[in-house]
């Protein structure tokens, strides 16, 4: 799928941030589906196909970390790329990457560096 159009599914507890985060996708040329909360996050991935996660790490429902076992035990092998954003600096992203997590993505964003990433990421 490269230089394609990518459907990303972004969870984020904060709105302003979520928006800012979607416009920029969207500018490049991607579909972005924000939401602000695991549990509805993990609803629409029942439904529906992305081509990436990029989640929160931290979010009052559910971690992002525990999104993202859901996420994987709900998909299995058709899970999509899928992202962390944090601030926080205690995260393992070694850790992380290990347990199939594709990247850490820190707050605050470089949004020209998330998109690069991402997109990077998707079209291997």
Known sequence: MPDSKLK????DDEQDLLDLCADAFDMEGHEVIGITNAPDALELLSQNQYDV???????????????????????????????????????????????GVRGLISKPYDIEEMIEQ???????
Do not use: H
């Open 8 to 11: 990303i599914l972004f969870v």
């Open 118 to 124: 991402v997109v990077k990421e998707a079209n291997k």
């Open 53 to 99: 996660i990029i989640s929160d790490s931290k979010m009052p429902e559910m971690s992002g970390e525990q999104f993202y076992t859901k996420a994987r035990e709900l998909l299995g092998e058709k899970l999509p790329p899928f992202f962390l954003s944090s601030g926080a600096i205690d995260l393992d992203e070694t850790g992380l990457i290990s347990q």
